[in-house]
């Protein structure tokens, strides 16, 4: 079983669980899609959802990317790791006036809104501080992601964004608005799109919409395509970064820009999933009748995606070069769902073993709790051990 690197012996002065961060993947991952989006001119703003690991969020904000959030607490943590407040972009559903306020009073680059009560508020709280907030809007295009039901968000019964057929009154609310300024179109259809051509679908989509807005004389600065992009979760060893050339390429390819346009994405998962491990200690081996069962210290509060979405991840015993045995990976919480995954080869594995639950680094320990009262997760990079 080929298995990735880890520093084993530094681990065993760390409490476990924790997340360990790879640094050199996560830079070798931000200096491609760099390089990409430099060659294609796109503009990337990081999905501060996937991790926001303070740490990490530094390494982020030093590559030179902008931020994306939803929420005032990610706005304030994406300030506070240097991201610029005029590469930040606020996106969700259910912005709070506190929320808006903060935003306008970092001067964020804009609001992606996505309901006309929402862009009521945002012209009410940007009239009262006298300023002009800038927003795009979110857009539904009805294009199938192909991807889990749970992590969809471009079709039309979605509780995300504005449908196609209200934009033509949207667009003249904000016109007749003295603190609105309409600065571009936000689509995001879903998350771990691996079926790269559902962008070429999502292309074919905008293109129609920038045909509709040039029908009404209306000028579309920025076009914001959102993120989702995969990784692969089977093959993190062979595949450690996710396909950002062919990614990029579509884009450039299939979207009918307009002259002196911008365009932006959001990728999250895919800048660090792949760099991201969970380590966990097995604490006992129990035999059952026909299955054996890896009981380790880690549970579905430090790693909910398994029991969540049914997400798979890959699991390595990082402590042992025995023959491979079947194992039921399970943590110590009490519900019959926290179990990471069932029947997996490991090397043989005993108490005090090490294991690494893998691509974690998106949607890991930004999403632990503390359920049973268990202590979060720590995170460490793999510079400071």
């Known amino acids: ?208 919409i920038q045909d509709d807005f040039d029908k009404w004389g209306v000028k579309v600065e920025n076009i914001n395509i959102g993120g989702g992009l995969g990784i692969n979760y089977e093959h993190p060893n062979h595949i450690p970064i996710a396909d950002f050339e062919s990614y990029f390429r579509i884009f450039s390819k299939h979207l009918k820009l307009r002259e002196g346009q911008r365009l932006h994405c959001e990728p999250g998962r895919s800048l660090v999933a792949q760099c991201g491990s969970l380590i966990t200690k097995v604490t006992y081996v129990k035999k059952g009748v026909n299955k054996q069962f890896a009981i380790v210290d880690a549970g579905m509060t430090d790693l909910i995606r398994p029991a969540l979405y049914d997400a798979y991840h890959r699991i390595e015993n990082i402590s042992s070069d025995n023959p491979v045995e079947k194992y039921d990976v399970v943590g110590p919480i009490c519900e019959s769902s926290d179990v990471f995954d069932k029947d997996v080869e490991l090397n043989r594995t005993q108490r005090g073993d090490y294991l690494a639950i893998r691509s974690a680094g998106a949607y890991g320990e930004i999403m632990a709790s503390g359920y049973n009262l268990r202590k979060l997760p720590l995170g460490y990079l793999s510079t400071e051990l």
């Open 1 to 208: 079983m080929i298995k990735g690197k880890f520093p084993i012996e530094k681990f065993k002065n760390i409490e476990t669980p924790f997340y360990y961060y790879d640094v050199d993947l996560l830079n070798k991952t931000l200096e491609l899609v760099g390089k990409c989006s430099k060659e294609h001119g796109f503009e990337v703003h990081y999905a501060v959802k996937a991790n926001a690991n303070k740490k990490v969020l530094g390494i982020i904000s030093g590559a030179g990317l902008g931020a994306d959030c939803v929420s005032g607490n990610e706005v304030q943590a994406a300030i506070e790791a240097g991201f610029p407040a005029n590469k930040i972009v606020f996106a969700g559903v259910g912005k709070t006036d506190k929320e808006i306020n903060l935003a306008l009073d970092n001067d964020i680059f804009c609001f992606n809104a996505e309901s006309i009560p929402e862009l009521e508020v945002i012209d009410e709280l940007a009239g009262k501080k006298g300023k002009i907030a800038n927003v795009e809007l979110r857009i539904n295009p009805n294009v199938d992601a192909h991807t889990h039901q749970k992590i969809t968000t471009g079709l039309n019964e979605n509780k995300f964004g504005f449908n196609i057929e209200d934009l033509p009154f949207i667009v003249k609310m904000i016109q007749r608005s003295k603190n609105l300024k309409f600065v571009g179109l936000h689509f995001h259809i879903g998350s771990q799109i691996t079926d790269l051509t559902v962008y070429e679908s999502l292309c074919v989509r905008i293109n129609e």
